[in-house]
């Protein structure tokens, strides 16, 4: 039989998890012949409620699942991970700035990229989708120095999911005839979708659709705006949608993104378009199917898409400046 995948999960108590560790354990991530060994991190006051959800997972019989290890040890959490998802964080509270945001859950990210350091397989793959989750995933990659940079990612594929969708419906179209739908900057309000190397039916999608006013104001805020607009609709923050595009992110990782298509994911800056190298920023990418990835070069950007990356760009260098002291 293969050998199980180790999946450490942060947050497990928490609303995204309680989507996403039952799609882990039916197969949904790794594939239906892969075993999964889920090790399942909170803080210790949540532990009890993590009991619960083992109880319900459990309660499934989940043939692939080989073991479930329950824990507020980051140590034990991560020891022999091949998967780290950093999904859990200090929430906003009302009253909170970014910055104050940015600050609590900092230290966070020291403790855990320390512990995935030490603890982890040598093949090791992190996922940020905590927020700020570029930034997280910087802070991480610092205290990690013996997991290769690139091994860092943050999540903006519920953005990417959000545009295709969008697209989608103002074009009439089903949402697989999206294509190229990339995201680029920081996974916050200032995020640029950049609809104009985006296909619909293998043609721009800005011959499709022929709003252009729309595309360049209401379909740019509506991706933007969408994470709050879920709140006030749902009293609570998106969780299924984010487990869902948590899967696509770590499978696709692991699968050769096909030729006319490429995905949103935010990785350690190589200079690409001009971001300042380092930063933890959203770019189009292609996957090898082994794990690889790498930044998709060539895309012709204009004037417009210039100015929204370096807004976006901007955001991020003032949040790293906000954790400088963390990056060691
Ligand atoms: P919840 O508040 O429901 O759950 C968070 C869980 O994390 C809690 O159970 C808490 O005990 C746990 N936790 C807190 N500190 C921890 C630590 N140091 N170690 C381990 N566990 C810890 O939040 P949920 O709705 O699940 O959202 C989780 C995170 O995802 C939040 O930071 C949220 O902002 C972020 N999101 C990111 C998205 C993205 O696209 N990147 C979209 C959805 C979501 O907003």
Known sequence: ??????????????????????????????????????????????????????????????????????????????????????VGGMPRKAGMERADLIRANGPIF?????????????????????????????IAMHSAPDVPNERFTAMTRLDENRAKSQLAAKAGVA??????????????????????????????????????AWLKGDFISTVQQRGAAIIKA??????????????????????????DDFHAMAVPSDGSYGVQEGLIYSFPVRCDGKGGYEIVQGIELNDFSKEKLKVTEAQLLEEREVVADLLT
């Not at 949540?46 to 507020?72: H, K, R, W, Y």
């Not at 990229?113 to 700020?132: L, Q, T, W």
């Not at 969780?239 to 096909?258: E, G, K, M, Q, Y």
């Open 175 to 212: 949402v697989a005839d999206v294509k190229k739908m990339g995201i680029w900057g920081n996974h916050s309000n200032t995020m640029y979708p950049d609809f104009f190397n985006a296909t619909i039916g293998g043609k721009p999608a800005t011959e499709v659709i022929s709003d252009h």
């Open 110 to 138: 020291t403790g855990q990229g320390k512990a995935i350091n030490d603890n982890a397989a040598d093949d090791v793959r992190v996922a940020v989708v905590a927020n700020p989750c570029n930034t997280n995933a910087l």
């Open 1 to 86: 039989m293969t050998k199980p995948v180790r999946v450490a999960v942060t947050g497990a108590a928490g609303s995204i998890d309680y989507s996403l560790l039952f799609r882990i354990a039916s197969g949904d991530l790794l594939g239906k012949d892969t075993p999964v060994i889920l090790q399942l991190i909170e803080i210790t006051p949540a532990m009890q409620a993590l009991e619960g959800v083992a109880m319900e997972i459990n309660d499934c019989a989940f043939p692939l699942l080989q073991d479930m290890i329950l824990t507020d040890d980051l140590n034990k959490g991560f020891d022999g991970a091949n998967l780290a998802l950093l």
């Open 234 to 259: 749902r009293g609570s923050s998106s969780a299924a949608s984010a487990a869902n595009a948590l899967i696509d992110h770590v499978r696709d990782w692991f699968t050769v993104t096909p030729e």
